[in-house]
Every structure is written in structure tokens, then in C-alpha cells.
T-cell receptor, first 112, second 111 residues
Framework: GQQLNQSPQSMFIQEGEDVSMNCTSS?????WLWYKQDPGEGPVLLIA?????ELTSNGRLTAQFGITRKDSFLNISASIPSDVGIYFC????????????FGKGTLLTVNP | DTAVSQTPKYLVTQMGNDKSIKCEQN?????MYWYKQDSKKFLKIMFS???????INETVPNRFSPKSPDKAHLNLHINSLELGDSAVYFC??????????FGQGTRLTVV
């Protein structure tokens, strides 16, 4: 099945730093979603993207739907300790309306 | 509160047993899913129902049988549990094929 390549696998940063992570695929996606998962909880939606080139912000988070429709980026500015968690990209491939494919996640650790 | 709720949150059982996980959503969504998250945190879709009809059935052993009595409920029954079934199982729902909202997960441990 379609794989999403998410990188980096993990990040260790200092509080206040900015963070970037991305997701790429070999196929065209018509939806990109970014989720955060805290320990013992389910993934929670951060940002949804539906159009190529779309740039959307949610507080300190900004995500973009790549022009080629094969990638997406998530940036977190001025990180804080509660940003710790696993960030997942997810996408719907063109022609697969109901199947959401997930990346393998980026584990973010923020040192106070 | 509107949410996707699944029960139980934790399930410890012996190999060979049969168990069920229940899921309910009150978001008015028409599509529900079961995902499996393994020990490496990889999330993989197992099943999806749209308006009570099965629309996605990934390569899952037939010991796993989903049942959707109505649009708001999707249960997962597992027969003859094996050690490798240990994982966190997430229920999710969406309106059509749009954003999926997840429950808190059921941590299944087979001993």
C-alpha cells in the first residue's frame, strides 16, 4: 500500500526553538492532515489542508500543502514544553476517499 | 460532550479468548473506522464503514470482525486472540471522507 515518508523520526530541541517536519509520498494526495498524539491518548487533529499550495496556521503551528500534492510540511514556532508528543502526518490519496494513510510519526521532545 | 468514545480503555486477556471493543460517536458522522497502532506507534487502518456498509477491509485476519449496528456505532470482535494482537486499537469517525476524529484508544494486552 501507499507509504508516507515522515521525517525526522525524532527531534530533541530547547524550549523556544522552532521546529519543522515534513511528509512526502510518491503519489498525489488530495488531503493532508496533521495530528498530535499525547501518551495514552488518541491522535488529535491540528491542521487540515485540502488544496495544493494551501498554507494554514493554528496558533504557533503552520502547515502547508505542497504544490506537487506529494508533500506537506508542519512548522511549530517558539516551542514550549507541552508541545512534547508524537506528530503524525496523514493523507488521502487521490481516488481513495475514505482511506487515511499515516506517516510513522515524529517524536518531539522539548527541553525546558 | 460530543466525542468518539470507545470501551474498554484497557483489556488484558489470555490467548485463545474472544473479546469485543465497542465504539460510539455522537458527532453525527456517517463513516467510522478501526485503526491499529503497534508498539512502534505506526497507525494502520483495519476497517471502515460508511452508513453501516463496509467500504474498507484491509489485510486483516478473519478473526477480526467489525459490526456496525447503526451509523453511530462500530464494534470490533476478535476471536481466538493471539499474542501478536496486542496493540492499541483506535476507533475514529468522519463525515464522508473528510477529517477523522479519534477515540482515546483501547490498549489490548494478550498474555
Amino acid at each position: 500500500g501507499q507509504q508516507l515518508n515522515q521525517s525526522p523520526q525524532s527531534m530533541f530541541i530547547q524550549e523556544g526553538e522552532d521546529v519543522s517536519m515534513n511528509c512526502t509520498s510518491s503519489s498525489i494526495f488530495n488531503t493532508w492532515l496533521w495530528y498530535k498524539q499525547d501518551p495514552g491518548e488518541g491522535p488529535v487533529l491540528l491542521i487540515a489542508l485540502y488544496k495544493a499550495g494551501e498554507l494554514t496556521s493554528n496558533g504557533r503551528l503552520t502547515a502547508q500543502f505542497g504544490i506537487t500534492r506529494k508533500d506537506s510540511f508542519l512548522n511549530i514556532s517558539a516551542s514550549i514544553p507541552s508541545d512534547v508528543g508524537i506528530y503524525f502526518c496523514a493523507g488521502r490519496q487521490q481516488g481513495s476517499n475514505y482511506k487515511l494513510t499515516f506517516g510513522k510519526g515524529t517524536l518531539l521532545t522539548v527541553n525546558p | 460532550d460530543t466525542a468518539v468514545s470507545q470501551t474498554p480503555k484497557y483489556l488484558v486477556t489470555q490467548m485463545g479468548n474472544d473479546k469485543s471493543i465497542k465504539c460510539e460517536q455522537n458527532l453525527g458522522h456517517d463513516t467510522m473506522y478501526w485503526y491499529k497502532q503497534d508498539s512502534k506507534k505506526f497507525l494502520k487502518i483495519m476497517f471502515s464503514y460508511n452508513n453501516k456498509e463496509l467500504i474498507i477491509n484491509e489485510t486483516v485476519p478473519n478473526r477480526f470482525s467489525p459490526k456496525s449496528p447503526d451509523k453511530a456505532h462500530l464494534n470490533l470482535h476478535i476471536n481466538s486472540l493471539e499474542l501478536g494482537d496486542s496493540a492499541v486499537y483506535f476507533c475514529a469517525s468522519s463525515l464522508g471522507g473528510r477529517v477523522a476524529f479519534f477515540g482515546q484508544g483501547t490498549r489490548l494486552t494478550v498474555v
